[in-house]
């Protein structure tokens, strides 16, 4: 069908009206006609722009074929030549009833399509790169198929249509061949365009809907959508080289070509700059001038990037006299000028002399790379896809650091290297004089002859035109060394992108401490401030020439941008800089501090970090972290704080890492560091400076807490479940299944209020146990935490719809619209009802025990959950089908259902067994201890009462493996502490309950024999004296916020008795170890023994001087920790330390003098537990999994 039908459907609408709508004919055809069902749904839907000059009258005419320049108004552009164009009927959105007329042109590059043959932006392109076949489709049809869209059109004849396969097929063919050895110059092989410099959304003005733009190279692209964008089939393309940016209004701005205005408007001030500024960058390069690089590019081996290998390289470092493509020019220009001064082949005109050009000519790629690229591992070398990380390390090594390079054979020699420049000069041989200058040649040497004092002078005597330029280039050149490692500091070096700013600010004078009160406006001063290379001034006023004072942009570790209101002024933000001070501005107008901000923290934020200031962040800057597999030499990374998420740029990732602080499973502060624990890693953050380190710990410690009354706004476990309801479901599971009552029962209001309170201000640390907490406390806290959310559990704006399902009597559509209104339910809700009903769903099954039956439950549940007087019976009736059917709204599999079900079942063989003893076993925790090491073999679950002393677990261990304890055998129980690679052997007496309730998870319990403990007590009985004093090392980590943990072991004297110990510098002499006169010798540290917890152990990463010691673990009265590791000698000294501290610690009883008698007053295990490991209710998933064996045999099913 020709354009006439599209005219008729258009109901006689004049084509002059279609244009000035700035809406395609497609789009209109789409608003005013009902279309048919589409029967083949493949094709592309062929939105796209009109274009808005006068179109002439449409005549039909035969396909042309092209060899040269592009026809028409085309010739004023730079598109492709154009290899064959001609009429097409295109299948529009509507699909196979209704064909349009286009214009069709076919390049090296592109497929497109218009409205007319005048017409100068198409409707639609689609790259030759993504074509991956023509077919043909019936008579004078065919197809163009790409991966994700398939573009139907029709020729005037059969012949026609062949040609135009024939072509297209040809050229995909040549494509294909081209993108085996290297991606197309644009579009990679998805279609996305590399090398983009912005990218996003902006509204055209008389569009309907926003358009995907982006800019690349010399060119801007219109896209329908992002998904668009990603497969590669856009709209139209302009080329920048005929176009202008001009400013219309606040948010809008002109494109501007010869023939067409695009009118844009973005969403914001700051988006419309980014943008205005892209498209000028864009002009720009366009209107560059190509003969300098034309001449470079003769030679074959400037034709590609000298370090990745990209096509077309327009950027050269002009001292190395390498080319190189934009995205390693970047990384050049950050090693600095000293190494690497970057230019532009097409826009730095003026530099580019004569001698220069030839210079790259004689030299370039080839020869500079025999010299830089001489031993490059393929392992490590870079290409065209690498990312930043990677290309700046690699550009780091090889130019920095001279890694790679080839070594002149005087390398070292700083005379023999000097004169052989000297001689060198005067010859032709520019690749032997590039050699000596980086192998450490002086340029400036002094040759000796006054008359040509240095190598330039020599040169230009001898007529050296090109040995001049070279030599002048790199006057100033720095030459590569490889950084050796060293204790010294190193300051921050990366250069900086220069941003300009200036306006007024009010400032208070610098502070050396954290600002702790609010500044009031009459505290702060007006000064004019400017930012300018690097550099942020402040003057008295905007008349005065010299500063006040000044800051570089290299000296900033940390910004912040503080909330408004913090200060008397509304936006204030802080600087904090190395020599720890702190700068406090401010005003009024919040949009000059955010741009202040902006500019700021973009211009001493290096520049492959940048992608943390897209974030509303509340304060960024550098700190020093560990993490991973080498935690020996803490490493450098940006960090944003942005909410309750921590986004960091690591020194080894290309991209951000965003930690999820709510999400934490511990925040705590260890030595001189802040450690983040999530599932999978442990990160370590270091602070140099205490002024903005303790601004890190703080607004991380308040960002990971609960900062409102919602349930996204809690500590979140990693399944998105609130830490407090996780740790009351827990507990009650623990300890209250049975109790009679349970949740029906209302606990002591002022604990309930008490223990919420402490939930809500840091869940994580909160650890609930038997004897400490009542049950229905714990139940009590759970309730009112539901009833107190801000949102509600079913949130406001759903619970109506939660309340209406529970009305309907079809039981099936019933139970779909819950499955439905879950779906619905924002993830943390989600996951929290399921956690919930879960544990309903169980406490249900003890309903002849506690009186609790899904009924009873759905009472008092249903008003607590839907936060109502407990008036409307179905809040009740949809927590009753919620229980009811748990396993058909919740989806549970089959798998999920028997771990419950066996978890129920060791449940309900504790309280048989507890209720025939006459004992209440719902409180007693179940543990996993291991049998001499840890292992999946060798692991039992235990039953910990408050009374079981860890002797008796160790007598429980042995009994369960039939082990019999021979004379001289000493069976003990350890607490072994991984992450610290040390263990601790419990006393005898010792309580085992509030050792595993202080356990982390890096902890467990085994049993074994004490090999130590024969040769301790033999010490013990053999010695004179309760005391004992000698040399120990001593290595120090310092509480909190203390800096400068200490880097090594230092010799020092110690003197345990039963009180204390005490540490001297010096050796103490007889007389002053004589408690009479030890007060008149004051110790440097003193510890109450008391308060010790003594570690056999010392972690291998602190390099202790010998394998023989301890790791000590204080606690004051005010829980404030501490930690210490102390070494001996030999291992004797190290039993005789430790004997001591059992010694002093226990009043003397270090091991049970009739250990049989305690065994046989043990109360024996019920008969009918027999030996079976219990399931643990505590513990990691994989525990409870491979226990569940334990009870595959039994026949005992409650489903």
Known sequence: MSDKGGAEIMKGRPRSERLSSLLSEDE????????????????????????????????????????????????????????????????????SYIYQKRWVKLDADYLRYFDSEKDVYSKRFIPVSLVTRVASIGDQKFEVITNHRTFAFRAESDADRNEWMRTLQQMVDERKLKASNRMSLFHLANGTLDAVDKCGLLELRGFKNKLYVVVAGDKVFLYKNAEDYRQGIGITYIEMNVGNVKDVDRRGFDLTTPYRIFSFLADSDQEKEEWVEAMQQSIAEALSNSEVAEKIWAVEANQFCADCGSPKPDWASVNLCVVICKRCAGEHRGLGPSISKVRSLKMDRKVWTEELIELFCQVGNGVANQFWAANVPPSEAVHAASGSQERRRFLIAKYKEGKYRRYHPLFGNQEELNKALCATVTTSDLAETQSLVFCGAEVSCFSGDPDFPNPIAIAQQAGQRLQMEFLLQNKNSEIPRVELGSGEEKHYSVVLPSVTH?????????????????????????????????????????????????????????????????????????????????????????????????????????????????????????????????????????????????????????????????????????????????????????????LDFSGWVAAIQKAAGSSGDTLSEQQLTESDIPVIVDRCIDYITQCGLTSEGIYRKSGQNSKTTSLLEMLRKDARRVRLKEGEHQVDDVSNTLKRFFRDLGDGLFTKDYFQDWLKTAAIEDEQEKLEQYRRLLSSLPPVNRATLKALINHLYRVQYFSDVNQMNTHNLAIVFGPTLFQTDGKDYKAGRVVEDLISHYVAIFNVDEQEMRKQQDEIMAIIKMRIAGSSSGTQHAGDFICTVYLEEKGMDTEQHVKIPATMTAEELTFEILDRRKITMREKEYWSCFEVNEREEAERPLHYSEKVLPIVHSMGTDSHLVVKKHQSMENMLVYLASRVGDSKHGMMKFREERNLLGLGLSTGFHDRYFILNQSCLRLYKEVRTLKQRIPALENSHRPEKEWPVKNLKVYLGIKKKLRPPSCWGFTVFYENEKHEKQQWYLCCDTQMELREWFATFLYVQNGGNVWPSESSKVRASRTQQDSRLGNISLIPLRGNENEMRNSVAAFAADPLTLL
């Open 28 to 95: 209109l055809i789409e608003d005013y006609y009902e279309p048919p069902p589409a029967n083949d749904s493949g094709c592309w839907n062929d939105y796209g722009l009109s274009t808005l000059q006068s179109s002439g009258t449409v005549t039909s005419g035969s396909s042309s074929m092209h060899s040269g320049s592009p026809e028409g108004s085309d010739a004023h552009t730079q598109f492709s030549p154009i290899i064959k164009a001609g009429w097409l009927d295109k299948n529009p959105p509507q699909g």
């Open 502 to 690: 200036s306006g007024f600010l009010c400032k208070t004078p610098s502070m050396a401490k954290p600002v702790q009160e609010r500044k009031s406006q009459e505290e702060f001063s007006r000064r004019w401030c400017t930012l300018n290379d690097s550099i942020f001034s402040y003057y008295e006023n905007n008349r005065n020439p010299l500063p006040n004072g000044e800051i570089k942009m290299g000296e900033i570790v940390c910004l912040v941008n503080n909330p408004p209101g913090t200060h008397g002024f509304e936006s204030t933000f802080e600087l904090y800089i190395e020599a720890e001070r702190l700068y406090l501005f401010g005003m009024d107008n919040s949009e000059d501090i955010r741009k202040w901000v902006k500019s700021i923290a973009k211009a001493f934020v290096a520049p492959h970090a940048e992608e943390l200031l897209n974030h509303d962040f509340e304060r960024v800057g550098r700190l020093h972290y560990k993490g991973g597999l080498n935690l020996e030499r803490a490493k450098e990374g940006w960090f944003a704080l942005a909410q309750s998420t921590l986004y960091a740029f690591f020194e080894d990732s290309d991209r951000e890492e965003p930690l999820h602080l709510k999400k934490l499973q511990e925040l705590s502060i260890q030595g001189d560091s802040l450690v983040l624990v999530e599932r999978r890693r442990t990160l370590y953050i270091q602070g140099e400076r205490k």
